[in-house]
């Protein structure tokens, strides 16, 4: 049995949606060890290349991106990490095959800001990596990044833009994450993870996969120009196993899917009925999706 349930609608662009039922999924705690740390407890550290960017990560401290090139499929950087010595990037791995994705993973990492002072971008030429994959990480901020693959809307990619994975308490703001991309985000036992005011487009099959999640939020986010190489009723947004409020609120969402999503998808597709999706204030226009949402029992 299917069911979508409408509740309340607010004002004529703004819905509310609600599936509610008890959860039991397993999600990623935080720790008595791992309390955010004023911006005073942490030290500042600048990089200007995707080798300085990946020597500097670790707990407790501020990452400013001076202007440079953060190709993360540099040959500098790919012959450290090939080389798996922990020394240069203590924090950091490669692994091609990480749960769902493959790509360089930040693992263990908390108490992290990574910014810039002027629009900066981190990037592969791997289509088939996830650009930047966080791993048993909590209270992380990254803001004013752009994330992708090069050359943008290539012709296919076979991994995603940003992944999670047993996180909790990351926060993109004002981030880009386009395409080629699969999706944009893959979020997999995570909580607490926010997209403020960020942008994700151009992405070729889905915006977000969310897998036993809890308290998921896009927050007045523009999304477009995703699902074009769609050919799988995965829906634009794909939220499954037993996760707890994902929230989109006063979000741009226009200009996704293609002919086939048009015929064959739901927009939204909530696999557990146990999932509760809440729609605010959400603008939606021209998207080409069979149907608003599905839940499969």
């Known amino acids: 049995m299917k069911r979508f349930i409408v509740l309340h609608a607010v004002a004529t662009i703004g819905l509310v949606l609600l599936l509610l039922l008890p959860t039991f999924a397993v999600f990623a705690e935080e720790s008595n ?7 005073s407890e942490a030290y500042v550290v600048e990089v ?25 499929s540099s040959d500098a950087a790919t012959e450290i990490l090939q ?3 922990p020394t240069q990037f203590p924090y950091v791995y490669y692994d091609l095959d990480f749960d769902y994705y493959g790509g360089i993973v930040i693992s263990d990492v908390y108490n992290l800001t990574i910014t810039a002072d002027s629009p900066q971008e981190i990037y592969t030429k791997n ?3 996830t650009v930047l994959i966080f791993d048993e990480c909590s209270h992380i901020t990254v803001s004013g990044i752009t994330f992708g693959h090069k050359p943008e809307k290539a ?35 995570s909580s607490s993870i926010f997209f403020e005011d960020c942008i994700i487009r151009d992405c070729s099959e889905l915006v977000a996969y969310m897998e036993s ?7 007045r986010t523009e999304i477009f120009g995703n699902g074009t190489e769609c050919s799988y009723p995965s829906g634009l947004f794909w939220i499954s ?11 741009k969402i226009h200009d996704n899917g293609n002919t086939y999503t ?22 939606m226009t021209n998207n080409l999706y069979d149907y608003f949402g599905e839940c499969a029992e």
């Open 213 to 219: 999640v809890r308290n998921i939020k896009f927050l």
């Open 48 to 72: 200007t290349d995707a080798v300085s960017l990946l020597a500097a990560i670790g707990p407790n401290r501020t990452i400013r991106l001076l202007p440079g090139d953060y190709d993360l």
């Open 155 to 189: 012709s296919s990619c076979s991994a995603g833009v940003i992944a999670t994975s047993y996180c909790n308490n990351i926060t993109f703001d004002r981030c880009d994450l386009y395409g080629c991309g699969y999706e944009g985000a893959g979020i997999i036992l």
């Open 241 to 251: 196993g037993e996760s707890v409020s994902v929230t989109f609120q006063e979000c």
């Open 262 to 283: 048009q015929s064959s998808s739901p927009m939204f597709r909530v696999d557990w009925v146990e999932d509760e999706l809440t729609i605010v204030d959400c603008e």
């Open 33 to 39: 060890n791992d309390a955010a740390l004023s911006p």
């Open 127 to 129: 289509t088939n990596d």
């Open 83 to 85: 080389a798996g010595g």
